[in-house]
């Protein structure tokens, strides 16, 4: 099976050839492991790992195209030498104090944010996941798998239709077998999907009903509360039949945001558009006068939860910036002075003895 089968196009051949790459020293990442990779050269699937001693930045992760070579035995893993520029990686935010992203995937071309409707709709998880998906210039797709268990599917469609503004919305079931061919027919050969969302929505059932094949393990979900368990424990790229490529991720307890820009701007169009009309150009929304966001709360024609999510993630990304940024952290640390010696000396919090 050639590379091109596994997304390799015109654009990636041409720079491949202007650096003088050959085709035999690139594959790509189909699988990961912890300390090993699956490959798919043009000569066939392989094992590869990191070089000893060695520090490759970025780090390969699925979907990366990679530089190669072979091992110095035929029975010996392949070494990942480089990764090659990639057009798109899905990411978000690393635990800790220090800053930085945890790329889960790269070179997408579509990102499926699966929610099973057996379960309680969440509309800030489907913001947070469309605000990191729009960031990346990947296109953003709300998949509703288990139509048939869904107690109320027009009302659901309905919240899901305020939240994913841009976005496409797909209903699926694996009751309804046309379902899953419309949803099959909006896949294109050499194309990357990848499905996102937490355990037990679906997503590994998903990829199998789409390749008619048991290519995922799938698990049960808890009768209680509908939860699943991470039965999916590594990140997959498949090739189905029609030639489409479905990438299969772990559930995801929690998405922590990296820095949002765009992507916050085009999950929240809407809020976008209304700051449009305020009187002051850096209007926070908060209790400015002349601000059109809160005048559409009032009006009922913006829901105040969705400006509370919007806040909520313009603080974690500013946050995220900080940690990555010196200049950004010592900026906040300005305003945050002050701001402080501005209170200090308002009529209104002078010490009066």
Known sequence: MTLKAWGWDDQRAQRAEEDGLDASAVARVVGQDRASWSIQAESGPETARLPSASSI????????????????????????????????????????????????????????????????????RLERYLAVVWETGATPEVILTKSDLAEDLEATVAQ????????????????????????????????????????GVGKSTLVN?????????????RTGDRKGRHTTTRRELFRIPGGALLLDTPGLRELRVGVLDAGLKQAFADIEDLAQGCRFRDCRHEAEPGCSVLQAIEQGVLDSGRLASFRKLQAEAAHELRKADPLARAAALSDWKTAIKTMKHHPKHKYRG
């Open 57 to 124: 930045a970025p780090f390969p992760v699925v979907g990366d195209w990679v530089l190669v070579e072979p091992g110095p035995m035929p029975s010996d893993p392949w070494s990942i030498l480089a990764v090659l520029p990639r057009r798109t990686a899905i990411s978000r935010g690393a635990a800790g104090t220090g800053g930085g992203e945890q790329v889960l995937a790269a070179n997408v071309d579509k990102v499926w944010i699966v929610h099973g409707l057996d379960m309680a709709f969440n509309s800030r």
């Open 160 to 199: 899901v239709q305020t939240a994913a503004l841009g976005a496409s919305i797909r209903i699926v079931s694996s009751d309804d077998p046309e379902s899953v061919d419309d949803l099959r027919s909006t896949l294109a050969p050499g194309r990357v999907v990848t499905l996102l969302g937490p355990s």
């Open 209 to 221: 009903l789409l390749a008619d094949a048991t290519l995922a393990e799938t698990g049960e979900v």
